[in-house]
C-alpha cells in the first residue's frame, strides 16, 4: 500500500511586539483547526512563532531579552495549542526561543498529538553578535543563541520519518544531506527571512529565489519532502518573505501560500515517490564516494589551498 502523509503548512502574517502570546496561541490554533479541517495530520508553524523576530535589536536588560523566551514547553500560554492538537489528533512543528537554565538557543520541537516526540536546536546561526554600522537592518542571532548541541535528528513518528531545521540552516547542502543519510520523508523548516539583509541588502527578487532555491534543490538531492513555513509580511516596519511551501522529492513545489499573511497550504505527499531515486540515481549506498568528501568536516571556511 502507497505510504502518504497528509502535510499543512501553516504560514504567518507579521507578530508585531505588543501581540501577546495567547493572542499569537489563538492565530496558531485557527489555523491548526483550518489544517485539520482540510485532513492534515502534520503542520509545520514559522520559527520563533510565539513572539516578533527580537533578534532584530540589540537587548540589553536580561528581563527584557528573557521575555521572548520559554522557560518551559509547553507553558501556561502555549498548553491550548497542545490541547487542541491532541483533540484533533494532528502533530506539529513549532519554533520558540528556549531558555534552558541559563542557555538560550533557537529551537523547534515536534509534537504528535499533545506529546513532544522531538527537539531540535537551529546548527547555522545567521547575523551578528554586535550590531553592524552601515546595515539597513541588524540581525543579531549570535547575540541572543548558542549553536544548537542537537545535530540533525531524525525521529520516528507514526507515518514518517521527519526531521528539522531552522531558517538558515534551509540554505546549507549538509543540514540536509546529515538527515538524508538516516532516510529522512519529511523535513520541516520554519523561517523569518528579512529582504533586505546585509550591508547594502540584495535586489528584493533574490531572497524569494534564493529561498525556494535551497528548498527545491535539497528536497531533490536528499529524496525527501520539504515543508516551508514563513512568518512573513511586515513586522516591526521590516518586510519579511512569504513562499512558504511543500516541495517534493522530484525538486518540485507542489503548493506554494499566495499571500503574506495567516494562510494554510495542505498536500497528500506520497512519501514512495523518494524510492525511484532512492534506488537509481541518488542511491547513496551505491554512488557516494565520502572517501573525497573529507574537506567536508575537516575544512570550515574556504581557503585557496588543495588538500
Ligand atoms: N532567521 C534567519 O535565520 N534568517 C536568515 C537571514 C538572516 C538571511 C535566513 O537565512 O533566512
Not at 527580537?54 to 495549542?81: C, N, S
Not at 549538509?174 to 523548516?189: A, F, H, K
Request: charged content about 25%; proline content about 6%; aromatic content about 10%.
Amino acid at each position: 500500500m502507497k505510504r502518504t502523509l497528509h502535510l499543512a503548512v501553516a504560514q504567518m502574517g507579521p507578530i508585531q511586539k505588543n501581540h501577546t502570546r495567547s493572542e499569537v496561541v489563538a492565530r496558531l490554533s485557527e489555523l491548526m483547526r483550518d489544517a485539520a479541517a482540510r485532513g492534515a495530520r502534520w503542520i509545520t508553524f514559522p520559527e520563533l512563532t510565539l513572539t516578533t523576530f527580537f533578534p532584530r535589536w540589540a537587548l540589553e536588560d536580561p528581563a527584557e531579552v528573557h521575555a521572548y523566551f520559554e522557560r518551559e514547553m509547553p507553558g501556561k500560554e502555549t498548553q491550548p495549542l497542545f490541547d487542541l492538537a491532541r483533540k484533533l489528533g494532528v502533530g506539529f512543528y513549532l519554533g520558540y526561543a528556549e531558555l534552558d537554565g541559563d542557555r538560550q538557543f533557537n529551537t523547534s520541537i515536534l509534537v504528535d498529538r499533545g506529546e513532544i516526540i522531538g527537539k531540535y536546536r537551529k546548527i547555522h546561526i545567521p547575523g551578528d553578535a554586535e550590531p553592524q554600522e552601515g546595515y539597513p537592518i541588524q540581525h543579531l542571532e549570535k547575540k541572543y543563541f548558542l549553536v544548537g548541541d542537537l545535530g540533525f535528528p531524525v525521529y520516528e513518528a507514526p507515518e514518517a520519518r521527519i526531521g528539522m531545521c531552522i531558517c538558515n540552516d534551509r540554505r546549507w547542502p549538509e543540514t540536509y544531506r546529515v538527515m538524508g543519510l538516516q532516510s529522512v520523508d519529511v523535513v520541516m523548516v520554519g523561517y523569518n527571512t528579512p529582504i533586505a539583509y546585509g550591508r547594502r541588502g540584495e535586489p528584493a527578487h533574490l531572497p524569494f529565489l534564493h529561498n525556494h532555491l535551497s528548498l527545491q534543490a535539497s528536497a531533490y538531492q536528499n529524496t525527501c519532502w520539504v515543508a516551508a513555513a514563513a512568518k512573513a509580511g511586515v513586522e516591526e516596519g521590516i518586510p519579511m518573505i512569504g513562499g512558504s511551501c511543500i516541495v517534493a522529492p522530484t525538486g518540485e513545489i507542489a503548493v506554494q501560500a499566495l499571500s503574506e499573511d495567516d494562510e494554510v497550504i495542505n498536500y497528500v505527499c506520497d512519501l514512495d515517490m523518494a524510492n525511484g531515486y532512492r534506488s537509481n540515481i541518488f542511491n547513496f549506498a551505491r554512488h557516494r564516494r565520502p572517501e573525497h568528501y573529507q574537506a567536508i568536516v575537516e575544512r570550515v571556511g574556504a581557503e585557496p589551498t588543495s588538500l
